[in-house]
């Protein structure tokens, strides 16, 4: 075979390796640019609506509920229908229910479509870090971190677009048509490029044993991660629900001013995840949590293998997924199950 050809065969390959990586990162973009499209208007809905802060607390609270309950679904749907399939029916789902948030008329309207539009936020939430393990695993790759910048790059994008819209007078419905149309051309063609699964049920001497896998939610390391997680996706949900109310309403901010309030949060996001390949690249991921001190460890550090808690696999970033249940991620390396601590993807 002559030297062209060879050149010609490996970028070819190059190209099919670059191409599930590509559709995975259009879709994590996708879901942060509708995500935060919505927070500007949030203040004009209120309004709307007459509700005061007690009761737009109550719905948007429809919008994590249907999350977490849909969080918990995708991890039976994702082992039987594979990440994939499952990206490509969430993100329809997502895109076409986002507008109706727009269109309701009373406070249990509201919570309702939040509610189901939470729920495919959930799932292609699942989905999406479900297949971007096994564009990981494929490609021998550090990319968990870059991807979730890639998020937060989508949710500056709609933070921003969302606040222009509120100041150029466009309401949420066509804007969020507008968006959903855009995401469904175009992270939903690439969805066909995503890695297939390994669709299966573990064999007997790869089932983890139900005292170990009762062990794992609970060990300390795990409760560790969950405060952390927990304390992050509380300060970025208040960011995002209030932000833009707090700015328009105390401090009287006007025109496209209050939607830039999340929008310099999703900066903040985009910087920090995006140094996170290159921190992984140079450190151990079971020393994120260290910060040393005069050679030593310090004593407020925290050590996460202190709490014998590993990363599912080898350099992957700490802190960007959690188990959602007990049933283990389809996308996992094969070296990990039967291992003391399964989990699958959670959240962006």
């Not at 203040?43 to 802060?53: E, K, N, Q, V």
């Not at 329809?92 to 249990?108: F, K, N, Q, R």
């Not at 990981?136 to 500056?156: D, N, P, T, Y």
């Not at 496209?256 to 995840?273: E, H, I, K, S, W």
Request: net charge positive.
């Amino acid at each position: 075979m002559s030297s062209r050809a060879l050149v010609i065969q490996h970028r070819a390959r190059s190209a099919r390796s670059r191409s599930p990586r590509i559709a995975v990162t259009a879709v994590f973009v996708a879901h942060g640019l509708l995500f935060a499209s919505w927070t500007a208007h949030i203040p004009h809905i209120m309004r709307h609506l007459g509700l005061t802060d007690g009761t737009l607390g109550i719905a948007l609270l429809g919008a994590p509920v249907g999350s977490v309950a849909a969080m918990l679904l995708a991890s039976y749907l994702i082992p039987k229908l594979g990440s994939r399939r499952v990206v490509q029916l969430a993100l329809v789902g997502y895109c076409g229910t986002g507008p109706l948030v727009g269109l309701t008329g009373s406070l249990a309207a509201l919570f309702g479509v939040l509610c189901i539009w939470g729920a495919f936020q959930g799932t292609l939430d699942v989905a999406m870090n479900t297949q971007a393990i096994a564009v990981e695993r494929a490609g021998r790759r550090v990319l968990m971190s870059g991807l979730h910048g890639s998020w937060s790059i989508g949710s500056f994008a709609g933070a921003g677009i969302g606040a222009l819209a509120v100041g150029a007078g466009l309401s949420l419905t066509p804007q969020l048509l507008i968006l959903g149309t855009i995401a469904l051309f175009g992270a939903g063609l690439l969805t066909s490029r995503m890695l297939p699964d390994a669709i299966g049920h573990p064999g007997a001497d790869e089932r983890p044993k139900t005292d170990t896998l009762s062990a794992s939610r609970w060990s300390g390391g795990m409760i560790l991660l969950g405060a952390i997680a927990f304390a992050g996706m509380l300060c970025e949900g208040a960011s995002a629900d209030w932000a833009s109310v707090y700015l328009s309403g105390p401090l009287h901010a006007t025109g496209a001013v209050p939607g830039l309030g999340y929008a310099a949060f999703a900066l903040a996001m985009v910087t920090v995840r995006l140094s996170g390949n290159r921190l992984l690249r140079r450190f151990r991921p079971s020393r994120c949590g260290t910060a040393p001190r005069h050679g030593r460890r310090d004593r407020v550090g925290l050590r996460l293998d202190r709490f014998r808690m590993r990363p599912a696999i080898d350099r992957s970033p700490c802190v960007t997924r959690l188990p959602v249940s007990g049933t283990r991620s389809p996308a996992l390396p094969d070296r990990v199950r039967g291992r003391r601590h399964p989990s699958v993807p959670c959240i962006a």
